[in-house]
Structures are given as structure tokens and as C-alpha cells.
């Protein structure tokens, strides 16, 4: 298994933070561009419903909804649903492919995700086809009562495909550096040091149900 992808200084190659201005060990001065590119690796596990059980639900679970080549998420009531590989992981990419069958729905990718009891901690993104539009946020609480700290507010993006096209969400992770790509379009990039570890995997939501989505593939890779 890799260990965690770490920033590095390139005089003494000691672990450093994005936009630190001097390295904490050789205290040699760093220079940053607007971001930092974080290009996903080698693949760490992947669901394809058309054959594979959808993250966090059984196998009886995904064959109940499965039609054709994708997962039915189905909401009768307003919350969230999501699931996670089994693997954690410090820095990856995490991927949704998914169509939301009408404006209700928000299709989402998570990262870092981490629950003791009640609690869960974890980044999230989401699109919402209805509108066109994205943001990328940090959750903190209970499913019941969550803290939610706005890192990107909605922002309406064409990236973003309409309610019945297929849309692909992905968060990577490297460090305290978050990219957020919509159809293979970076669209935000923050810095936040706050949750460091955890699982990764998908989400999804209803403004006002009845809504359906169909999710066709969740893929994790790790961080090159």
C-alpha cells in the first residue's frame, strides 16, 4: 500500500503546506503558482453498477434498484444518502458518474469521511443539474443536526450537464489541497487542513422529493 502523498520541499524534501512561504525544516523560501495539480494514479477500487454492489448498500440493496447499467436512489423524504469504499485514505480521487432524472435531485462525491457513533465529519461535493450549478462544503455533526461550513458557494457552471444528461463529479485530495472537477472540468480549488483521513465515496439528495437518481460508477484512485 502507498503511504500519503505529501508536498515537499524541493531543496530538502521536507513536508510542507500549500502556500507556505519558507520550508519549516531547511527554511528555504517556496514558491507557489495559483494551484497545485493534483493528477490521479493508479486505481484503488471501483463500482460499476451494471455488475458491482453500490458502496455502503448490500448486494440484495443494489440488485433491488439496479436498472440496466445503474443504482436507483430513490427519496420519499428529505436527507441524504451516501456510501463509502471500505479503504481509507489520506489523499486520493474519488469519482461519481450519475443522472438525476428530474430538477429535485443533487448527485455528490465525499471525502475524508469519518463516523464514531452518531458523528460523521467529512468534504463534500455536490452538482445540481436542475440549476447547473456546484458547491464543495465541510460537514461536521449528526445526520440528524449537521454543521455545514460553506467552502465553495453554489456557483452556476455549463460544466454542469442538465437533468437526464450524465454528469461525473470528482474531489481529489493531496494534503490540504482540494480540487473539485465536474465532467473532467476543474471548476474550484480550496485549501483546508481541517479532516485529514477517512473514507471516500458518493452522495446524493433531494431538494423537495419525490426524486430519483441513477448512479451508473463510483471510482477511487490514488494520487500520483
Known amino acids: 500500500m502507498r503511504g500519503p502523498h505529501t508536498l515537499q520541499c524541493e531543496v530538502c ?16 523560501p517556496l514558491t507557489w503558482g495559483a494551484t497545485v495539480e493534483i493528477v490521479p494514479g493508479d486505481e484503488i477500487a471501483r ?3 451494471a455488475r458491482d454492489t453500490l458502496p455502503g448498500w448490500s448486494p440484495e440493496a443494489t440488485a ?17 444518502k451516501l456510501g463509502t469504499f471500505a479503504t ?30 452518531a458523528a460523521q465529519s ?31 458557494e453554489w456557483e452556476v457552471s455549463g460544466h454542469v450537464a442538465p437533468v437526464g444528461a450524465l454528469n461525473r463529479v470528482e474531489l481529489r485530495c493531496a494534503d490540504s489541497v482540494l480540487d473539485l472537477l465536474v465532467n473532467g472540468e476543474r471548476v474550484a480549488t480550496v485549501v483546508d487542513a481541517r479532516f485529514g483521513f477517512g473514507h471516500f465515496g458518493w452522495r ?21
Request: hydrophobic share 35%; net charge positive; aromatic share 6%.
Open 88 to 117: 481509507p485514505a489520506c489523499d486520493a480521487c474519488i469519482s461519481v458518474s450519475g443522472v438525476c432524472l428530474d430538477d429535485q435531485g443533487n448527485l455528490g462525491a465525499l471525502a475524508r469521511y469519518v463516523r464514531e457513533g
Open 64 to 80: 433491488a434498484a439496479r436498472r440496466g447499467d445503474a443504482c436507483a436512489v430513490e427519496f420519499k423524504h428529505a436527507m441524504v
Open 13 to 28: 524534501g521536507g513536508p510542507t503546506q500549500f502556500r507556505a512561504p519558507r520550508c519549516g525544516y531547511c527554511h528555504a
Open 122 to 152: 467529512y468534504y463534500g461535493a455536490w452538482i445540481h443539474p436542475g440549476r447547473r450549478r456546484f458547491t464543495l462544503e465541510r460537514v461536521l455533526g449528526t445526520p440528524q443536526s449537521a454543521e455545514i461550513e460553506v467552502l465553495t
Open 204 to 224: 446524493a439528495s433531494s431538494v423537495t422529493p419525490p426524486s430519483t437518481l441513477l448512479v451508473h460508477s463510483v471510482e477511487l484512485r490514488h494520487i500520483r
Open 47 to 49: 463500482a460499476d453498477m
